[in-house]
């Protein structure tokens, strides 16, 4: 057996601008526990320069504005 095994990953951020796009339920309770739990260490500069020339892809104007609302009701939280 080979000890030497690769294994690419994702960071937390292009998760979130994945789920941001695919935009189900589910998704939107994903990113909320990301911004919960990675909160401080996450770039959000990051997704919000990335997330929105997918979203225009699918002529999406609206989960922009919810994630900022997400990401302000996770820092009162937090």
């Known amino acids: 057996?080979?000890?030497?095994?690769?294994?690419?990953?994702?960071?937390?951020?292009d998760l979130i601008v994945l789920k941001v796009f695919a935009s189900r339920d589910r998704?939107?309770?994903?990113?909320?526990?990301i911004l919960v739990r990675q909160h401080a260490r996450l770039d959000l500069e990051y997704v919000r320069r990335e997330l929105p020339p997918l979203l225009e892809l699918k002529n999406d104007?609206?989960?922009?504005?919810?994630l900022e609302q997400?990401?302000?009701?996770?820092?009162?939280?937090v």
């Open 1 to 13: 057996m080979d000890d030497a095994i690769s294994l690419t990953t994702r960071s937390a951020e």
């Open 70 to 77: 997400l990401c302000q009701f996770v820092t009162r939280r």
């Open 61 to 66: 104007f609206s989960s922009l504005a919810k």
């Open 27 to 33: 998704d939107w309770a994903d990113v909320e526990s």
